[in-house]
């Protein structure tokens, strides 16, 4: 448990400080956390521009208003996004996300962890700038990992999709990065 606390610690430590230890040495893991987060903020502002001129969605509008806004937002956004790939988003942290999955699953029994992955959608493999099927469920990833994992602005979350950590964009329903294999297998 106090590994899992560590973990959290580096993860959400504040700013400029999270890449450098004492004595001006550059925290590789944090260094690369930083950079997600700065991708991830890139992101959401290109999703702002692109939303400039849909019309704003109100609570009481009606199921068809707000899929008409969810469609248009994400054909900006893939249009916007044409050449995106997996891993544009994820970059190089996406062995750090895999080591935190992985931890997670050793510290839990084998028929907890098949239990925790019984919601998670089995298409697999996702695609960049896809929507995340509508028939799917929305599997909630297990508050122990989600802890350990670097904190989403509001709007986007973490889904899984098979053994895949799937980026979501909720507003617009697209998969906008995942990380391949990012569960591993289970033994039964």
Do not use: C
Not at 84 to 89: A, H, I, N, V
Not at 113 to 141: F, G, I, R
Request: charge should be positive; aromatic fraction near 6%; glycine fraction near 6%.
């Amino acid at each position: 448990m106090a590994a899992a606390f560590a973990a959290a610690a580096w993860i959400i430590a504040p700013g400029r400080s999270i890449a450098q230890e004492a004595g001006g040495k550059v925290n590789p893991q944090a260094a690369r956390l930083h950079a997600f987060t700065a991708r991830v903020d890139e992101y959401l502002a290109l999703e702002k521009k692109l939303q400039t001129g849909l019309p704003q969605v109100q609570p009481s509008d009606r199921t068809t208003a707000v899929e008409q806004h969810r469609t248009e937002l994400a054909q900006r956004i893939r249009d916007a996004r044409k050449g995106s790939r997996q891993g544009d988003l994820f970059g190089d942290t996406q062995p750090i996300l895999k080591e935190i999955i992985a931890r997670d699953a050793q510290n839990r029994g084998v028929r907890d962890a098949y239990a925790a992955m019984q919601e998670v959608p089995a298409q697999s493999p996702p695609a960049v700038n896809t929507p995340y099927p509508d028939k799917a469920p929305l599997a909630t990833v297990p508050p122990l990992i989600l802890v350990n994992l670097p904190r989403l602005p509001d709007g986007l979350e973490y889904r899984f999709m098979g053994r895949d950590l799937v980026l979501r964009d909720q507003a617009s329903n697209l998969i906008i990065d995942f990380v391949p294999g990012a569960v591993p297998a289970l033994k039964k």
